[in-house]
């Protein structure tokens, strides 16, 4: 219908954008090219797409994350956020975009207790409409492969050393089930810690 009205959406994109690092040009030109693709389908498509995309983009390296992730998940303008890069980042958004039910993307955490956490759940009210949309297998898979290399190349014993942070704890924790079902003994499961691991990094250590 002609008639229709063209809807402008706005997408955030919270990743770091480091003045002139490798990683931010292959972002930007990442999205560059999705949305010139995007512009020529709908001009070549035989129907009216109502809507147009733009994105606003944040540094995840200098935002207040706490305040960031909720002012954006407030927002009744912005349609979806997409990011952050971090796990231990994705879970301040997550958990201010579950009580809006704000569309997160989350194009590289992998942890499995955030998306376990916030997965959706018929049976519960809170969890019964999804919000989360992880874009990589959790690191469960990750873990396994990695064991399961071990024992390929026959492989007996195995340590595991992860960081002691929200991505590292999916390692920490599948880390002795897997190495008990693949029949390695696992003599070390360690975490560490370093300078840039934030605040959510924790110290726990342990054997299986």
């Known amino acids: 219908d002609g008639g229709n009205q063209t809807r402008s959406l706005t997408v955030a994109v919270v990743l770091p954008l480091s003045e002139g690092a490798e990683q931010t040009k292959r972002f930007r030109r990442i999205a560059d090219w999705y949305l010139k693709t995007l512009s020529r389908a709908v001009s070549s498509s035989k129907f009216a797409v109502p809507y147009t995309l733009s994105l606003e983009w944040y540094d995840e390296d200098s935002i207040d994350l706490a305040s960031t992730a909720e002012n954006l998940s407030k927002r009744d303008d912005l349609f979806a956020i997409i990011g952050p890069r971090y796990s231990d980042h994705v879970q301040v958004f997550a958990e201010q975009c579950f009580l809006t039910k704000k569309p997160l993307l989350a194009p590289c955490a992998a942890s499995e207790s955030i998306i376990r956490s916030f997965a959706m759940n018929a049976a519960s009210s809170s969890h019964s409409e999804p919000f989360l949309w992880a874009l990589t297998e959790s690191d469960v898979s990750q873990t396994e492969a990695l064991l399961a290399k ?33 029949k390695l003994e696992l003599v070390q499961n360690v975490r560490y810690t370093s300078a840039n691991m934030g605040s959510t990094a924790g110290t726990e250590a342990g054997t299986a």
């Open 150 to 182: 071990v024992a390929a190349y026959g492989g007996k014993k195995d340590a595991v050393i992860s960081s002691a942070d929200i991505y590292g704890k999916t390692f920490f924790d599948w880390a002795p089930y897997i190495a008990s079902e693949l």
